[in-house]
């Protein structure tokens, strides 16, 4: 089993910043995929930015925005958030999984962290 705990969502103004964090726990050993999703109420869940190994994907919605990274030493995904905008506004979910990560294979969900942007 992984666990994922996330960590970093609350409100902010559009044009501002948000960094999302989330501590992998477990047997990550397993996974070789890690990324954030987000989903807005009445909206499926949606793929943001995914990372494996040296490579990377994020949806055409966020790329120049958001930055996705991963410390290996201390088993924690990252999502700087910058420039936000009010449909940015959605609950964050870190996913762990398998590749390929355009299209992972989620195995693990974490709870969920809301980021809300104000207009």
């Known amino acids: 089993q992984v666990q994922l705990v996330e960590s970093g969502g609350g409100l902010v103004q559009a044009g501002g910043s948000l960094r999302l964090s989330c501590a992998a726990s477990?047997?990550?050993?397993?996974?070789?995929?890690m990324g954030w999703y987000q989903q807005a109420p009445g909206n499926e869940r949606e793929l943001v930015a995914a990372?494996?190994?040296?490579?990377?994907y994020y949806a055409d919605s966020v790329k120049g925005r958001f930055t996705i990274s991963r410390d290996n030493a201390k088993n924690t995904l990252y999502l700087q958030m910058n420039s936000l905008k009010p449909e940015d506004t959605a609950m964050y979910y870190c996913?762990?999984?398998?590749?390929?990560?355009?299209?992972?294979?989620?195995?693990?969900w974490g709870q969920g962290t809301q980021v809300t942007v104000s207009s």
């Open positions: 996913a762990a999984g398998w590749r390929p990560i355009a299209t992972m294979k989620v195995g693990y």
């Open positions: 990372i494996s190994g040296g490579s990377t």
């Open positions: 477990g047997t990550i050993f397993k996974i070789n995929a």
